[in-house]
C-alpha cells in the first residue's frame, strides 16, 4: 500500500473497519512513513477532542421559549 | 433527496427499518458516552404514561447538545432554535412510537438532524447535493504536515477550544459538516447516519474521511508546534 492507498482507507483504519488483511498492509506502510503515521495519529486526535467537546450552555431567552412552549404542549404550568 | 421525516421507529418507510436495529458499533477512537444515564428509560417510560415532568427533565438533560446539534447542522441560530423546539415538540407528540429499540437519545437527534436539514434546504436548495458522489481521491493527500504537542488541546482554554472547533466546523460544506456533526460528535453508527441523511453507506465514509481530514488541516493551524496561543 502507497501513502495515496492509506489516505483513501484512513476513515475505515481508524473505525476499525478495514479487513485483517488490509489492515496489515496499511501499518506495514505505517512502519515506515512517518507522514503518514503523523497524519493518522493527527487525525485521530482530532476526532477525539471533537468527540470530547462539551456543548456550549443553552442560551437562557432560547431555553425559556423552549419551555414555554413545551409547557404549552402538555398543559404542564410553569414551575 | 433526504428522507421525509420518520418519527415512528418501525413502519413508515422500509428505508428506515434496519436502522433501529443498528445500534451504534463498537469504535476505537469513541470516548465512553455520558450522554445515555441509566435512568433514561425510566424517565422515557414516565413521560409515555403522560408525566410531564419527566419529558422536562429528559429535555434539560438534551437541550444543550441538540441545540448544538441543530446549530451546527444548520449553521444559523434562528433556525438551529425553532429546529430544536420542534423536535423536542414531536418528539413529545410521538413518544408512543418510540419503543426503545435505540437509545432515546439517537431517536431524538435523527429528529433533530430531520427538522435542521428541512430548514436548511429551505434556505439552501440545491446547494449540497448528498445523494451525488463527491469527487475522486486525487487532492486527499495532506498538505499541510507539522508536529503537533502530544496533547495540543491543552494550550486552549475550554471555552477557546469550544470556539475554535464551532468555527471549523462552521467552514466545512454542508454536505460534509452534517455528516461529521452525526457521525464523530453525536456517535451515530456509518449506518444510521447513512439511513438518517437517504445516503448510501458509501457515501457518507467518503464525506466522513473529507470531513475528518478538514478537521485534522483546520486544527493543524492551531496545534502545530511553535503556534502561539
Known amino acids: ?79 | 433527496m433526504f428522507n421525509a421525516i420518520v418519527i415512528t421507529e418501525k413502519g413508515l418507510t422500509s428505508r428506515f427499518l434496519g436502522l433501529l436495529d443498528t445500534l451504534s458499533a463498537p469504535n476505537p477512537h469513541r470516548l465512553p458516552s455520558s450522554v445515555a444515564r441509566e435512568d433514561e428509560h425510566l424517565l422515557v417510560a414516565a413521560a409515555k404514561k403522560g408525566d410531564a415532568t419527566a419529558f422536562e427533565e429528559l429535555v434539560n438533560r438534551y437541550e444543550d447538545k441538540i441545540f448544538r446539534l441543530t446549530n451546527n447542522i444548520t449553521g444559523n441560530h434562528e433556525d438551529a432554535e425553532d429546529a430544536m423546539q420542534d423536535a423536542f415538540l414531536k418528539a413529545y407528540a410521538h413518544l408512543q412510537d418510540f419503543h426503545g429499540d435505540s437509545r432515546f437519545y439517537t431517536w431524538l437527534v435523527r429528529i433533530a438532524a430531520n427538522e435542521s436539514l428541512m430548514r436548511l434546504r429551505k434556505r439552501r436548495p440545491n446547494q449540497f447535493p448528498l445523494d451525488e458522489p463527491v469527487e475522486g481521491d486525487t487532492d486527499l493527500m495532506p498538505r499541510e504536515l507539522e508536529d503537533w504537542d502530544p496533547s495540543p488541546e491543552q494550550r486552549y482554554a475550554q471555552a477557546e477550544l469550544q470556539g475554535i472547533l464551532a468555527e471549523i466546523i462552521d467552514q466545512l460544506d454542508p454536505e460534509f459538516r452534517i455528516v461529521l456533526v452525526l457521525r464523530d460528535l453525536e456517535e451515530l453508527s456509518t449506518q444510521e447516519t447513512a439511513e438518517a441523511l437517504g445516503m448510501s453507506v458509501s457515501a457518507v465514509k467518503s464525506r466522513l474521511l473529507r470531513a475528518r481530514l478538514k478537521l485534522r488541516e483546520k486544527l493543524n493551524r492551531h496545534f502545530r508546534r511553535g503556534t502561539l496561543n
Open chain 1, 1 to 79: 500500500m502507497n501513502c495515496k492507498g492509506v489516505i483513501r482507507e484512513l476513515s475505515n483504519y481508524i473505525d476499525g473497519d478495514l479487513d485483517p488483511s488490509l489492515e496489515t498492509e496499511l501499518e506495514r506502510h505505517l512502519n515506515h512513513c512517518e507522514d503518514c503515521t503523523m497524519i493518522v495519529d493527527q487525525t485521530k486526535k482530532s476526532i477525539e477532542i471533537l468527540c470530547d467537546s462539551k456543548p456550549v450552555e443553552l442560551p437562557s431567552d432560547v431555553r425559556s421559549r423552549l419551555h414555554a412552549a413545551l409547557r404549552e404542549k402538555t398543559g404542564q404550568k410553569p414551575t
